[in-house]
């Protein structure tokens, strides 16, 4: 009697085969007598387009690893010089951090490219939990930074004080994460082990939307507002009082990066959700939403460069350094050629007495 076969479609981004009686070993390609040649030739091309993806991140992420190296040494070296950091540095060190982490929890997914880490769904609601977190404070950190750049607060204002803006901060995050995390839930069985994606498209249209509004579109309403304010504050400064303080030029770019890399990842994935309501996925769609969760975490990385170039102590520190090593090019040079003598002219005037009494 021949056994049964089932069939189980596949989440985005997966390029596991459907589960069969006698699955392949390399659970790569589906079993001929079962796929057609173009399904099958889809599949691949989806898997090479996430694999070329990942290596472009990849080295995007190794940059980001090496500019929050050295901005935390710059923070720290500073820090132990004036044994006080200024508020914005507080910020900006705290807003690195987040980034980093978030770097670094993109590594989750990345290592198993093109197919998806596995674990069981209670660990990847708790991953996910931890990814929003992370995202929401880091966003919420560029609103700080756009408070002090737009209406400039006392120096005795509670927000310049670190415990009352995190008191601020982190519960809020938490509150919108714990909303999402209750709207994603785990659905399957808590103890089987599936696929783990941050935002899965079978969670439902009414998660992405959720995410869109509350973990995108709410902190950057905030900051509009901020700045709204700010301008309505400084009325005769034309509206170049953010322009005007030397941390702007990194607010600016870094926001910008975020917002657009953010925005291309929640629209991804509302439109990925809405077809997966409609019928399955194809293997390009699910490609394009794997493609686009990178997006999502190269913002993060992509901030980190633009801090280390666009802030001004970081940049003079690392034009510093650049300066070190062009300087010890020359020497190097030198030694390498110890027989070579070279004759400076020397040249002396000397004045008579004559032309000094004319």
């Known amino acids: 009697m ?16 459907p589960n069969t009686s006698r699955a ?52 720290v070296r500073t820090y132990g010089a004036q044994r006080r950091a200024a508020w914005p540095d507080r910020l900006l060190w705290a807003f690195s951090c987040i980034q980093l982490l978030l770097v670094l929890f993109s590594f989750y997914n990345v290592a198993h490219r093109p197919h998806s ?29 756009a408070y002090l750049l737009a209406l400039d607060p006392p120096l005795d204002f509670l927000l310049r004080r670190p415990g009352v803006s995190a008191a601020l901060l982190v519960p809020t995050a938490t509150l919108i994460s714990l909303i999402l995390a209750g709207i994603r839930g785990p659905r399957d069985s808590l103890q089987r082990e599936t696929d783990c994606f941050m935002d899965p498209v079978q969670a439902g249209v009414s998660y992405a939307v959720a995410k869109l509004c509350l973990a995108f579109l709410a902190p950057y309403i905030l900051q509009i507002a901020i700045v709204l304010s700010g301008c309505a504050k400084e009325r005769n400064s034309k509206g170049r009082f953010l322009l005007g303080k030397k941390e702007s030029s990194m607010y600016l770019s870094v926001n910008a990066v975020l917002f657009f890399c ?56 690392l034009s510093g350094l650049f300066g070190l090593i062009v300087n010890c090019c020359p020497r190097v040079h030198k030694h390498a050629q110890p027989n070579r003598n070279i004759i400076t002219p020397h040249i002396e005037i000397t004045d008579t007495l004559q032309d000094i009494e004319s």
């Open 2 to 17: 021949a056994s049964e076969t089932t069939t189980q479609a596949p989440p985005y981004g997966s390029t596991a085969t």
């Open 24 to 75: 392949s070993p390399t659970n790569v390609l589906p079993n001929t007598s079962t796929a057609s040649p173009t399904n099958v030739l889809d599949r691949i091309a989806a898997a090479d387009l996430i694999s070329t993806a990942n290596h472009v991140y990849a080295f995007l992420a190794a940059a980001a690893l090496m500019a929050s190296c050295f901005l935390i040494y710059h923070f």
């Open 262 to 317: 953010h925005l291309f990842y929640n629209v991804a994935l509302v439109r990925a959700a809405r077809q997966q309501t409609r019928g399955e996925l194809s293997h390009r769609e699910r490609a394009f939403i794997s493609i686009a969760e990178l997006v999502f975490f190269a913002g993060s990385g992509v901030s980190l460069l633009l801090v280390l170039i666009t802030s001004k102590p970081s940049r003079e520190k």
């Open 117 to 145: 880490l596995r674990t069981t769904p209670l660990s990847c609601a708790t991953l996910a939990f931890v990814i929003n977190l992370t995202s929401l404070c880091g966003l919420l950190i560029l609103a700080l930074i």
